[in-house]
């Protein structure tokens, strides 16, 4: 007889969480935490009722919000960075706007969780407002922010966030005055669709009221939709692939409220009926910081324009900020933009400037044009602050380049006399001999710094480029397989190092196998510009010739196959 009543219970409770699915319209893929998801929907669905008539006093919610708010912590306290209080103090600003309407006067307090996954807001009971750094990163405007943080003061002004805490009272059987135990992921999952749907509109209403444009809102909701259609159809490639840690965070947001499509028809319904005006929507002044991480994602992920048109967005909202700077030019060297690159380095230096700055300031203006590059690093030069002697090694490799070979002489003899700095001076001196074509003396200072610093793969793998114009190719392909196999920085040059010597020594098909690899994972070697302004001739020939032999045996299988 137990079996029989646990069976029906069981099957009861299927029948209940199927007809809550049909109700909400959640759109989820089978499996098990969905049914888990819906089990618990249903039990806090079937507590609402009671919770209604037995409603806490402010006082009471203000007190357990505060506490429950002191007891997580998001990020690490220890590693706090000076933007992440710039975007608390914006939140805070924005979201008091937005509260002065509320119905309920509770004392408003805002967070900010800096996760980039984290793209999700919620509220705790008493007038907690939490937004995630991965929420942030997808808006553009301000109206953006004060209606994702009118929904929330509404998830409190309508005591949502109250009864989920008597729900969750109810269900675990404990002291209200207990409730400091309930975890973080109760108030980040969401309401069922009326109170969600409420809270939209009504968070809305509260953003027109201070002021802001609905389109706001309607704009935040696109952005969920084209995540939610992301989530629906799987990563089809190692590019697309970088997104799927951020759409496995969200997969819980998307279970629990409505589908973006029903958000935005209700708001432009009730922009109709309630005849809101059109307002200009108004920048997110806190945007830039999300606009540089988003560009620095882009240039790691090779895309260049895009890393490019970030970063500009960004600095045109705060110039000279470092991070964005660096992106910039980096993105535009990769491109072969060396006028480009080089005032952007120049703006970077001013900045604070580092040696490896400097040279890729150098190797910029080089690029661009060596004929002023002296010029122009001497005229910055005289503004550097505090020790400066490095950098006579990068001025005397541009020298060496307009023809003059006087000051990389008196750089050489000062770098064989410094004891801890020699090396490095050898070795970028040796390079820029190297770029000037004068191989035999590369070769020396070359050899002479790899055998001080043994274990340095950048000279080593300097060396076998040195080796490969000279044909010592037996050596360089030895020194060049000898190199760290766990250095990751230098992967894909080494590859291109490996089949430039092999195509020099007629071993065609390896040296294709490792050209293949090489463009696979830095794609710049297919610009001809970036590689003449980074390698010898020989190099920058080999490499065209191989990537005309690969382009040819690519479209001979093409035939063949058709």
Known sequence: MKHWIVLAAIALLGTTAVVVSELRKVDVAASPAALLYLVADTERELTRMPVSFTRMSDEDEIQIGDQLAASYTFGDPHKKHPEDEEVRRYLTEVGSRVAANAHRKLPYRFHYI???????????????VYVGEGLLSLMDSEDELATVIGHEIEHIDHYHCAERVQQEQALRRIPLGELIALPVEVFEAGYNKDQEMEADREGTRLAVEAGYSANGAIRMFEAFQRLHDEYLNPAKTPQQELSQVTMQTIEGYFRSHPLPSERIAQIRNLIASEGWPLRPERDLTVGYIFWTVRAKEALDAQKYPQAQQLATESLKVRPGQANALSVLAQAQFAQADFSGAAASYRKLLDTGWTMDVANAYALSLAAANPKTAVAEFRQWMATARGD??????????????????????????????????????????????????????????????????????????????????????????????????????????????RAVARWQAQERDPALGDFAAAVSDQPEWENPHWVKALYSALVAQSVQQMQIESERRRKALTAKAH
Request: zero cysteines; a negative charge.
């Open 114 to 128: 800096p996760d980039k996954y984290f793209v999700n807001a919620f509220a705790l009971p008493g007038g907690h």
């Open 388 to 497: 400066t002697r490095d950098l006579q090694v990068p001025l005397a490799g541009l020298s060496l380049l307009a023809g003059d070979p006087i000051p990389a002489t008196g750089a050489i003899t000062a770098a064989r006399s410094h004891d801890d700095l020699g090396p490095t001076w050898l070795g970028e001196l040796g390079w820029w001999f190297y770029l000037a074509g004068d191989q035999p003396t590369a070769a020396s200072l070359l050899g002479d710094a790899a055998q001080q610093r043994p274990d340095n793969t950048r000279l080593a793998l300097r060396l076998a480029w040195v080796w490969i114009e000279q044909h010592r190719l037996a050596d360089a392909l030895q020194m060049i397989n000898n190199g760290n196999p766990s250095d990751s920085s230098s992967q894909s040059e080494r590859a291109m190092a």
